[in-house]
């Protein structure tokens, strides 16, 4: 009851298109994080979002909440080559965070 | 200055071998935690440690056995490696407060079995 999934495992974009990953879990989540990890790199924290429906933007990038909070989504506008890595989204449950299974974001300039 | 410092950053060793991984936070966090990243990008969370305490053992081999001596140190000790313990292991740390808190992670450490 605690896996979070995301889809899809895999996207591979042209610079400038649009790229969205989503995140669904089975169980009412009380919140959701989102996380980039570049080539290489760690996970590093974007944003939270807590409440249902929650919409929050960061530039080109939109976060969504499910009504239902079973749901998020991560939406990236006119796609650029630094926005390659992996995206997590991940949630907590009291003394841990479960990390959702991935997107693999890989961009062509 | 590294909020979350993890050493080594590589770290190759034969089978059958023991070996320590480092973790230091610098940012007060009561709450810590290790992750295993396998070849396909999971992360999978290992231990969570709150204020030198072990919280959770997401049913980890015993030969891993963690040590916090105090709440900015969580230190990892791996016994009679096997090559399935190739990964890469992060550390992570988060600040009070149960349920709305991000977590900060080290740079990770690649492990390779060989």
């Known amino acids: 009851g605690q896996q979070v999934m995301q889809i899809p495992q895999y996207q591979h974009v042209q610079e400038g298109e649009d790229f969205t990953t989503y995140c669904n879990s089975s169980?009412?989540?009380?919140?959701i994080q989102w996380y980039k990890q570049r080539p290489g790199g760690h996970p590093v924290f974007l944003i939270q979002?807590?409440?249902?429906?929650e919409v929050k933007k960061q530039k080109r990038l939109t976060f969504q909440f499910g009504e239902a909070k079973k749901n998020s989504s991560l939406h990236i506008t006119a796609t650029q080559t630094t926005d390659v890595g992996t995206y997590f989204c991940a949630r907590r449950n009291t003394d841990k965070l479960i990390f959702g299974t991935g997107t693999r974001l890989q961009v062509f300039p | 200055d590294t909020a979350v410092s993890q050493t080594p950053k590589y770290l190759v060793t034969q089978m059958g071998n023991d070996k320590s991984i480092k973790c230091e936070q610098n940012?007060?966090?009561?709450?810590m935690y290790w992750y295993k990243q396998d070849s396909k990008k999971f992360l999978k969370i290992m231990f969570s440690y709150n204020n030198k305490e072990l919280i959770i053992n997401e049913t980890v081999p015993n030969r891993f056995s963690p040590k916090s001596p105090d709440k900015a140190h969580l230190n990892l000790h791996i016994n009679s490696l096997e090559l399935g313990d190739s990964a890469v292991y992060f550390c992570?740390?988060?600040?009070?407060?149960?349920?709305?808190?991000?977590?900060?992670f080290g740079q990770g450490t690649r492990l390779t079995v060989v």
């Open positions: 940012l007060g966090h009561d709450t």
């Open positions: 169980t009412t989540l009380s919140n």
């Open positions: 992570a740390s988060s600040p009070p407060g149960r349920l709305n808190t991000e977590a900060f």
């Open positions: 979002l807590v409440k249902s429906g």
